[in-house]
């Protein structure tokens, strides 16, 4: 299954290299499982990370996210039962 994840950031607060780094990130881990991966100029201090339509990590709700936390969460929708390696370890 193939999927977009797209990253709306706000640009007031200039959180381009925030939502360019947590994009290289996921483009790192599911590199086969996406064919798009969209970074989106926002306003109001927006930080919201989308699989197709639906709203999977919100900075409103969530603060800002851990990679890993974003990563389980486009792994369950886009690719179940893929580890995350190392990074899903705990300590």
Not at 18 to 44: H, I, N, S, V
Not at 61 to 75: L, N, S
């Amino acid at each position: 299954m193939s999927a977009r994840v797209e990253i709306e950031y706000c640009t007031q607060c200039r959180w381009l290299p925030r939502a360019a780094w947590l994009a290289q990130e996921l483009l790192t881990t599911f590199e086969a499982e996406l064919d798009e991966l969209a970074l989106k100029p926002g306003t109001g201090g927006v930080f919201v990370v989308r699989v197709g339509d639906e709203v999977v990590w919100d900075r409103r709700e969530h603060g800002f996210p851990e990679p890993t936390a974003v990563k389980r969460a486009v792994r369950d929708r886009v690719a179940p039962g893929k580890t995350l390696g190392h990074s899903e370890r705990t300590s």
